[in-house]
DNA sequence: GTTATAAAGTGTAAAAGACACACTAACTTA
DNA sequence: TAAGTTAGTGTGTCTTTTACACTTTATAAC
C-alpha cells in the first residue's frame, strides 16, 4: 500500500444558479472571454458553470455562497451541494494549456469540483452589461451550449436532482417573487417536472401546505381577470408534525 | 478578487460501511493504534471511519472502492458517493500533530473528504485478528463511539441518507444474504426506519416487486415453522415501465 | 406420538389519497 | 356591451394504504 500525497490536487466550487422567468426554467451561465493570445486562434469564447477555486480558510459552504456573490452580489440564496466530480481527467486531458490558464487552473494539476446548485428569483439578479473579462447571461436550460469541462454533465445531474428535490420538499418558491400567482406556481412545476398538472388537483394540493398564504392583493396589469396573489412562508409550522 | 492556489489540500475519501446481522444495524469502525511515541500517553486508540487519501491518477469511485477493497478484499460492493466535507478545521484544529500523523494526515495541510456509504452482506467480511496497526470491527449503530475527525458527522449523515433511500429504492437486499427470509427483510427495514412494520402489509409491497424471487427452498434449522426463502433480481426488469 | 412452542403465512374491509373532469367569474380592450 | 382571456371552484371514481387475527408447520421435550 503506497500513498502517495497528493499535492497536485485543487479544490474547485461549482454552482449550477436556476432561474424561472415564467415561461421557462433557466441557467446562469458565464462567458469566459479568452485573452487574444497573439498568435492563436483570435479569440476563444467559452462557456461554464460559475465557479472559483476555494480559498484558503474556506468551508465549501462559504466558497460556493462567495462564488454566487462575487457573480450577482446576492446573499442569503438558496444552495445545496449535491455532488463532487472529481474524475483524473475531467480538467487536464480536454484542452491545451492556454485555455485551461484562463480559468487559472494550473494544468499540471488535478481539480476536484464540488457542485451546488442553487435557486434564485430571477428579477433579483439582471446581469449587467459586462465590464469584467467574464459575463454572466440566463439561458434557456433547452439551449444550453457545449460547455467548459464535464459542466454538462454538473449541469444535468443538478437539473435531475432538482427534479426530485422539486416533489419531495417545497422549494420551488425559491425560484418565484416574493408575491405569486397560483397559475405562476403551477406552470413553474409543469416545466420542471415536464408534464402538464391538473390545476384543481394542484391547488388542492398548494392549499393544504400552510406555508402559502394568500395576500390581500391581487395580480395587476392583467388583461384578463386578476389572480390572488400567494407568498411563501419558510417558516410556518408545515402541517405540524409532533412525536 | 484574490485566488489562492490551495496547494495545501488533501482528498481523502471516507467510507460509512453498513452491515446488518439479523437484529442490528451496524457500521464497519477501524481502530487505529498509535505507535506508542515515548513521553507521551501509553498507548492511544483511535476509532474511525475506513478511508484513504486520494492517490493520483484515481477518480473518487475508485478511490473508495480501492478503500473498501483494501480492507474486507470485498469488490463489486454497493458504494455511493453521498457527500462532501470540507470545513477548513475539520482536521487540523482537533489534535496534536503525532495524533495526526498516525492517519498519514500532514498537519499543515487541509484535507477535503469524499464521503461514500456502502451496503455490505454481512457474512461476506468476517474481521481478521489482525495483523495490521489497525483492525476493522462491526460496531452496533447504537454503540457508535465518539470518532476522529469529524466522522461522527458523516456517520450521522450516512445514516439519514440510507434511511432516505431505503424508501425510494430497493437497497435492503444489499445488506442481506443472498437466500433471505421475509421476515429477515422486515426486520432489516423495521431496524433501518426504527419503527414497526405490519406483517401483512410489509409481504403484499414486497411481492409486488418482481425483483423478489422466491426459491424452491427453506429455512433450515429452526425450531420452528421454516420459512421460504427468496433471492433478490437486481436485473428482473421492475413493474415493466415503458413508453 | 402427543403436546408445547415459536414463527410463518394468509385476506378483507374501511379510510385516505390520487385522479379525471367542465363550467362560471372577473377583468381588459375595442 | 361584446369578445377575449385567465382565475377559480367541487364531486365522483379509482387506487393505495392501513388496520387487524387466526391457522399452519416445523422442532423439542416429555
Same mark, same amino acid.
Given at each position: 500500500?503506497t @500513498?502517495?500525497?497528493?499535492?497536485?490536487?485543487d479544490?474547485?466550487?461549482?454552482?449550477?444558479?436556476?432561474?424561472?422567468?415564467?415561461?421557462q /426554467?433557466?441557467?446562469l451561465?458565464? !462567458?469566459?472571454k479568452?485573452?487574444?493570445?497573439?498568435?492563436?486562434?483570435? %479569440?476563444? /469564447?467559452?462557456?461554464?458553470?460559475?465557479?472559483?477555486?476555494?480559498?484558503?480558510?474556506?468551508?465549501?459552504?462559504?466558497?460556493?455562497?462567495r462564488?454566487?456573490?462575487?457573480?450577482?452580489?446576492? %446573499?442569503g440564496i438558496y444552495l445545496?451541494q449535491?455532488?463532487?466530480? *472529481? &474524475? =483524473?481527467?475531467?480538467?487536464?486531458?480536454?484542452?491545451?494549456? %492556454?485555455?485551461l $490558464?484562463?480559468?487559472?487552473?494550473?494544468?499540471?494539476?488535478?481539480?476536484?469540483?464540488?457542485?451546488?446548485?442553487?435557486l434564485? +428569483?430571477?428579477? !433579483?439578479y439582471?446581469?449587467?452589461?459586462?465590464?469584467?473579462?467574464s459575463?454572466?447571461k440566463?439561458?434557456?436550460?433547452?439551449?444550453?451550449?457545449?460547455?467548459?469541462? &464535464? @459542466?454538462? &454533465?454538473?449541469?444535468?445531474?443538478?437539473?435531475?436532482?432538482? $427534479?426530485?428535490?422539486?416533489?419531495?420538499?417545497?422549494?420551488g418558491?425559491?425560484?418565484?417573487?416574493? +408575491?405569486?400567482?397560483?397559475?405562476?406556481?403551477?406552470?413553474l412545476?409543469?416545466?420542471i417536472?415536464? +408534464?402538464?398538472?391538473?390545476?384543481?388537483?394542484? $391547488?388542492?394540493?398548494?392549499?393544504?401546505?400552510?406555508?402559502?398564504?394568500?395576500?390581500?392583493e391581487?395580480?395587476? *396589469?392583467?388583461?384578463? +381577470? =386578476?389572480?390572488?396573489?400567494?407568498?411563501?412562508?419558510? &417558516?410556518a409550522?408545515?402541517?405540524?408534525?409532533e412525536?
Amino acid at each position: 500500500m503506497t @500513498h502517495l500525497t497528493n499535492s497536485q490536487v485543487d479544490i474547485s466550487v461549482d454552482c449550477v444558479v436556476f432561474g424561472f422567468d415564467g415561461e421557462q /426554467l433557466k441557467l446562469l451561465l458565464i !462567458d469566459q472571454k479568452l485573452p487574444e493570445t497573439g498568435n492563436l486562434s483570435p %479569440e476563444v /469564447l467559452q462557456i461554464a458553470l460559475p465557479g472559483d477555486l476555494m480559498n484558503a480558510g474556506e468551508s465549501l459552504d462559504a466558497c460556493a455562497a462567495r462564488v454566487l456573490k462575487e457573480l450577482t452580489s446576492l %446573499e442569503g440564496i438558496y444552495l445545496k451541494q449535491f455532488y463532487a466530480f *472529481g &474524475d =483524473p481527467n475531467r480538467v487536464s486531458d480536454l484542452k491545451d494549456q %492556454e485555455w485551461l $490558464r484562463s480559468f487559472r487552473v494550473n494544468p499540471e494539476r488535478r481539480v476536484i469540483t464540488v457542485a451546488y446548485y442553487s435557486l434564485v +428569483k430571477m428579477d !433579483d439578479y439582471v446581469p449587467q452589461a459586462s465590464s469584467f473579462a467574464s459575463s454572466a447571461k440566463w439561458t434557456d436550460i433547452q439551449d444550453v451550449p457545449e460547455l467548459a469541462f &464535464d @459542466h454538462n &454533465d454538473i449541469a444535468d445531474k443538478a437539473i435531475a436532482v432538482l $427534479r426530485q428535490e422539486l416533489t419531495t420538499k417545497h422549494i420551488g418558491f425559491e425560484l418565484l417573487p416574493e +408575491k405569486f400567482t397560483l397559475s405562476q406556481l403551477q406552470t413553474l412545476y409543469e416545466t420542471i417536472l415536464d +408534464k402538464k398538472l391538473d390545476k384543481r388537483n394542484f $391547488r388542492k394540493n398548494i392549499k393544504k401546505m400552510d406555508q402559502v398564504i394568500p395576500l390581500d392583493e391581487k395580480q395587476q *396589469g392583467v388583461l384578463h +381577470k =386578476p389572480a390572488q396573489l400567494f407568498r411563501f412562508d419558510r &417558516d410556518a409550522n408545515e402541517n405540524v408534525k409532533e412525536e
